[in-house]
């Protein structure tokens, strides 16, 4: 064999060896882990009832709401003027100058009645210088004697009351004074003996003179 076929055979049989190497014998098996048992379960210990005792609740304290007082009101006012005239202010009742005969009566005033009114006894109608008069006679508290007046009779007037017959009554005018203010006015002549003042003043002398004050009596001297 010559010496360049030794050198194309020499590498071809180092190549061979590298591929067909003999085989090696198996790797020896690594021994298998054992794993530890499972640790075996633990009874859970039996729940505890925790019984909280609450505080006894305090007791609920209502505060007394009271009502808010009421706003005083101040009265209205009396009103004391008629356009350019003053009135008079006068109380439930009042002294009242009567003349004739010039004497001094307590009256009653009163808003309500229309026409003033006199205690009157004996009343008589009589004739004199052919036009009508009337005499009467007036008794006052604690006076023994009557005072007979005679005045001209203006007209009568039929009163109507509940439960009984109307009456006519005799209306005389009769000068009166209260305070500043003199006035001549209508009376009508009836039985007042059951009341406490023999006369009463009307709205025929208030009327545009004097405004009432019931909280007042005998303010007017």
Request: charged residues 25%; negative net charge; contains cysteine.
């Amino acid at each position: 064999m010559s010496r360049w076929q030794l050198l194309v055979i020499l590498p071809l049989t180092l190549s061979g060896c590298q591929l067909f190497q003999a085989p090696q014998p198996p790797l020896a098996a690594e021994p298998a882990l054992e794993c530890p048992a499972p640790p075996e379960p633990q009874a859970c210990p039996e729940p505890v009832e925790i019984i909280r005792e609450c505080p006894a609740p305090e007791p609920l304290v209502v505060a007394e709401v009271k009502p808010a007082p009421a706003p005083k009101v101040a009265p209205a006012p009396i009103p004391t003027r008629m356009g350019d005239k003053q009135l008079l202010i006068i109380g439930a009742a009042e002294q009242v100058l009567l003349d004739p005969p010039g004497i001094v009566v307590n009256a009653r005033i009163d808003t309500g009645a229309e026409t003033s009114s006199l205690h009157a006894n004996n009343i008589i109608g009589f004739e004199r210088e052919g036009e009508r008069w009337v005499r009467f006679d007036l008794i006052l508290e604690g006076d023994a004697e009557p005072i007979t007046i005679e005045r001209p009779l203006s007209r009568k007037v039929r009163i109507k009351r509940q439960d009984a017959e109307s009456d006519r009554r005799r209306v005389v005018e009769m000068r009166v004074r209260i305070g500043d203010i003199d006035e001549e006015i209508e009376f009508t002549l009836s039985d007042r003996s059951d009341f406490v003042y023999p006369m009463l003043i009307g709205r025929n002398f208030l009327t545009d003179n004097a405004v009432v004050d019931v909280a007042r009596k005998f303010s007017i001297r």
